[in-house]
């Protein structure tokens, strides 16, 4: 098949999946694609107005076509992964769905500890080290995050523990902000200090099996800007 023919055949998923987005889009926030439409368009007008004040048209006019659509696309890609964190935040598994989104250097093991009561704690190892995520009220994740902490400290020696706390209260990380939590955290280890702390950390035992429910372990993150990656 030519390559045409297989660029033809991935258009039309391309655009069923913007279609979808920009449907889970309007519901979330009726507002959103105005805006985007308006911030494209102000990006085009602005361009022309410059073509017209110093002149040449012929170049700023074409030009404000390509940066209008960058910057619709952009703002787009941002409100829709807002409007996705908004759908699948207070859900178990929703941290474990954005830390598994996340782009760089990132080995995750999803519910290393939990209970009864579906609150779960995520194994993050990167640059920084060791990161112990939890889902759930702080009354309750206190304890396993201490009981996990106290388990992988052994195999982690000297490498640094964070650990973080995911929800809305108090003190708490939102679902939202996960991501660029972790991108704030120091960079620790190399990437050959990485892979021997993920060897020693593989050779723990696995406690528990990721509950089972409503969790969003397939929502794949509608594509912002790229962040920058430690």
Sequence with gaps: MS????????SPGRLKQIRMIAQILRQADPKALPIVVGAALGTLVLFVVIGLV?????FFAPLGVLVAVLVGMILFGQLAQRAQYKMIAGQPGAAAAILKSMRGNWTVTEAVNGN??????HRVVG???????????SSRVGQLLGAEKKRISRAAQQVPIYDVQVGEEEGQVPVGKLQRHLMKLPRNLNKAQVMELND?????????????????????MPKGPRPKTR
Excluded: C, H, Y
């Design 127 to 137: 640059r920084p080290g060791v990161i112990l995520v939890s889902e759930g009220p």
């Design 116 to 121: 009864r009561n579906m609150d779960m704690v």
């Design 200 to 220: 020693r950390l593989r050779a723990l035992p696995q406690k528990i099996q990721m509950p089972k429910g409503p969790i969003p372990r397939n929502v794949r």
């Design 3 to 10: 390559n045409n023919a297989t660029d033809a055949g991935k």
């Design 54 to 58: 110093f002149g040449g048209l012929w």
